[in-house]
């Protein structure tokens, strides 16, 4: 499956009702059987992903978007395990990738091959954007991550933010992956909030459990919307969008950017009595 996400601009933005909401920033049927899904977004050019091998190994096709002889002649892609233990092969080389490790594949590699696993119930996650240049293609564990500990559980933010495919861990052209984990009793992410003009991101929440949901905010500080979010469903947040959400429970999170820098610390902070 394969859909298209226009850049939106603020003014219009504020205009949208929920389903437009919805239908310009949630990204929904990421993993059908033996198939993978691909949202091509205007945001960077950045395409959001999943891929579920249940019965057969599925190779990663140039989608008709890219006008391209293969997905990567132009493009680098990261890619997180969010199921069982799994292997892709990178141009006839295998990678075994644990639950919540990363993947990153660079440029110029010609065939990508996602493969089952025996319970069937492999799954991967992926952000693939435009690269200039090749960088090698390599596997991060959360021994290789830069991990960072956030908040408090007296502030319901306490969280685990690993850092996997960033800068200060391998190279890149654009693409930035990591996974964010929600202690027990605490439901807030990215709270205190924040923009980056420079950057594009998009979320994808998982580990949330049955009859609970993620409650996300998106739009400009002061003209905020809210999308109520399922267990491996992702939504975009366009570069002049804070990004942040409460869940009924704890859960985790992948986020992911492309744009102007590499720099995960350009952010542009925002006072909690500013928003509204
Ligand atoms: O919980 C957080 O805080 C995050 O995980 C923030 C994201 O990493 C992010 O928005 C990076 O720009
Ligand atoms: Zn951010």
Redesign the pocket.
């Known amino acids: 499956m394969v859909t298209t996400r226009y850049a939106v601009h603020p003014d219009d933005f504020k205009h949208y009702d929920t389903a437009r909401v919805r239908e310009s920033c949630l990204l929904d049927n990421l993993f059908i059987d033996d198939s993978i899904t691909h949202h091509y977004t205007h945001y960077d050019r950045l395409i959001v992903g999943g891929v579920k091998p249940v019965t057969k190994p599925v190779t990663l096709e140039p989608i008709d978007q890219l006008k391209a002889e293969f997905y990567l002649q132009r493009r680098e892609i990261g890619i997180i395990n969010v199921g069982s233990a799994g292997t892709i092969t990178a141009d006839g080389k295998d990678y075994s990738l644990k639950y919540k490790e990363a993947l990153y594949i660079g440029r110029d590699t010609k065939k990508v091959v996602f493969h089952p696993s025996k319970d069937g119930k492999a799954l991967f996650y992926f952000n693939s954007a435009p690269a200039h240049t090749t960088y090698p293609t390599r596997v991060v564990t959360h021994a290789d991550a830069e991990t960072v500990e ?2 408090a559980l007296e502030s319901s ?1 306490h ?1 685990t ?1 690993r850092k996997l495919i960033v800068n200060s861990v391998i190279p890149t052209c654009q693409v930035q992956m ?1 996974l ?1 984990e929600l202690k027990t009793g605490s439901v807030w ?3 205190p909030p ?1 923009t ?1 003009d420079r ?1 594009m ?1 998009a ?1 994808f929440y998982f580990e949330v459990p049955e009859n609970h949901m993620v409650c996300h905010f998106l739009g400009q500080p002061q003209e905020t919307r809210h999308i109520w979010m399922k267990n491996n469903q992702a939504v975009l947040s366009p570069p002049w969008s804070i ?2 959400g409460a869940g009924t429970s704890n859960y985790c ?1 992948i ?1 992911g ?1 492309a744009g102007e820098n590499l720099d ?1 610390s350009d ?1 542009d902070g925002l006072k909690l009595g500013d928003l509204k």
Request: net charge positive.
């Open positions: 956030l908040g933010n969280r933010i990591g964010t992410n990215t709270m924040h980056h950057r991101e979320y990004h942040c999170f986020w950017m995960y952010m």
